[in-house]
């Protein structure tokens, strides 16, 4: 064998000779060193070959994308990818005492895609305070967000719909120019997840926040409210378009919130979230016909509350549903009075625990004791793996934490390490939504850091298994 070095000399020094011979020699040995040079890098190459979880260093830079609206407080909350491969994030923006709707659209290398709003990005201003935490893309590549305004007064908030055109323009052929509010109850109200059925009418999920006498404790139920097209409530859903569930123990006290909302193959309507038992939460899953009425068949009287430890601080932030029809919901539990730990519920179809899954249908993991970790969203592969995403209050672990479980609820080991991918920004990290690409690849998204001037963040992930078709997961 002879190295890099000693082979360049030898041909050197050989080829300096006149004789044709010596030449020929030469040359076959450039030709032998050469192609032992080649092998060497190839088996280099096959040694440090991308895994899944790894950095997707097409994307961005080094597969992160930083994105800062003129030094404000930027929070990324939902992602969407477009059939053309570009992504749409979604948050707010706030560079004064109030935030506003803020809309990105990124090539599908990370790039800004120049062509919407200016410069990539698109701020919408309704009131004094506007927030988008949902999205979804019509098949005509509309866009539709879903949020909350402070309308019509700072105490009385109401849902906010607006509809966008492919270049971030609003679609004046959707409300009231482009807007619909939606007053649901006297206090809060708020859109935080939504979803649009194959005939286009848009199906949402939300809160009716009120003050429980005399005022100082806030309460909420679980609101959902179905829109026509052109955003007219369309009044053959719930009552007048709208369903109000209490789930608490005593109607009109506690909290109940609506995390998620998925829609089923035959039209039905699944929400996670988390209820109020009395200051002990729980992870809860309901589920309800596709006109808004709750359906029986499911779980007790169409839901069910799972209780994960003590049950203090127990709640779902994302839920995706199985082609089998079992539902997988994250979020975080409270098995002691110190941290907040991973917490990951499978339910059957019915709505019952899946006895096959973790433990008795459960599965709750921390990295590190006194410290608050969640997961934030999820997403299933086709062959059945969970993608699960986190984050962590500590600083050892800052940063988006990538998990992949098999079906069973037990870690992928094959997968990053032991099953994990931590990706750190520098700074503390709040991770918030997720995409599956088509070509397999992973798509997380958050915000960057939590308490100063954030940034949106994205990051991007090589993986091997191939899909055929985006399967988007949003906190």
């Known amino acids: 064998m002879c190295t890099h070095l000693s082979c360049v000399n030898l041909t050197f020094s050989q080829t300096e000779s006149r004789s044709p011979n010596k030449r020929r020699v030469a040359n076959a040995r450039r030709f032998f060193c050469l192609t032992w040079i080649l ?24 597969g992160k994308v930083v994105t800062d609206f003129n030094n404000s407080v930027d929070i990324l909350n939902d992602l969407v990818l477009q059939p053309d ?3 749409i994030a979604v948050g707010s923006t706030r560079s004064g005492s109030s935030p506003h709707i803020a809309l990105v659209r990124y090539n599908q290398n990370g790039t800004l895609d120049t062509s919407f709003g200016t410069g990539g990005k698109v701020i919408t201003q309704i009131s004094t305070s506007d927030v988008a935490d949902a999205v979804a893309v019509q098949p005509d ?17 109401s849902f906010a719909l607006a509809r966008y055109n492919p270049n971030g323009t609003l679609d004046a052929t959707f409300g009231n120019g482009g807007v619909v509010l939606t007053n649901i109850g006297d206090n809060l109200d708020g859109i935080t997840a939504l979803a649009i059925r194959l005939d286009g009418k848009i199906v949402v999920a939300g809160f009716r926040a009120y003050f429980r006498p005399p005022g100082e404790e806030r309460n909420s139920d679980i609101a959902l409210a179905r829109y026509n097209a052109d955003g007219s409530l369309d009044l053959s ?7 109000i569930s209490d789930f608490g123990p005593v109607p009109g006290y506690f909290a109940d919130d609506a995390t998620s909302l998925k829609l089923t193959a035959d039209g039905r309507i699944i929400i996670c979230g988390d209820s109020d038992g009395g200051g002990y939460y729980d992870f809860l899953v309901a589920r309800y016909s596709a006109d808004g009425w709750p359906d029986t068949t499911f779980g007790v009287n169409g839901s069910m509350k799972t209780d994960l430890g003590n049950g203090y601080q127990d709640g779902s932030s994302d839920a995706a549903i199985q082609p089998d029809g079992k539902i997988v919901s994250v979020g975080a539990a409270l098995p002691n009075s ?11 179809a019915n709505g019952s625990l899946d006895p096959t ?25 086709p062959d059945g793996k969970i993608i699960a995403l986190g984050d962590s209050n500590s600083s050892t672990n800052s940063g988006f934490l990538l998990f992949r479980f098999n079906g069973s609820g037990s870690l992928d080991t094959t997968f990053g390490n032991g099953g994990m991918v931590r990706t750190p920004f520098g700074s503390s990290v709040q991770s918030q939504a997720l995409v599956l690409l088509p070509d397999a690849r992973i798509l997380a998204g958050g915000y960057s850091p939590i308490y ?12 091997t298994s191939k899909f055929d078709k985006p399967v988007i997961s949003r906190r």
Do not use: H
Not at 237 to 243: A, Y
Not at 367 to 375: G, I, K, N, Y
């Open 39 to 62: 092998v060497l890098s190839a088996a280099a190459t096959l040694s440090v070959r991308a895994a899944d979880g790894d950095l997707d260093p097409t994307f961005g830079t080094g």
């Open 85 to 87: 491969g570009k992504v």
């Open 141 to 157: 590549g509309k866009i539709v967000i879903g949020g909350s305004t402070n309308l019509p007064s700072s105490v009385d908030s």
């Open 237 to 243: 859903f719930g009552i007048n378009g709208v369903t």
């Open 338 to 348: 110190f941290d907040l730990d991973f917490a990951m519920v499978r339910y059957l």
């Open 357 to 381: 899954f973790g433990n008795a249908g459960r599965v709750v993991f921390g990295l590190e004791s006194l410290r608050d970790e969640e997961f934030t969203a999820v997403a299933i592969q």
């Open 452 to 463: 100063q001037s954030s940034d949106f963040i994205l990051a991007r992930y090589l993986n």
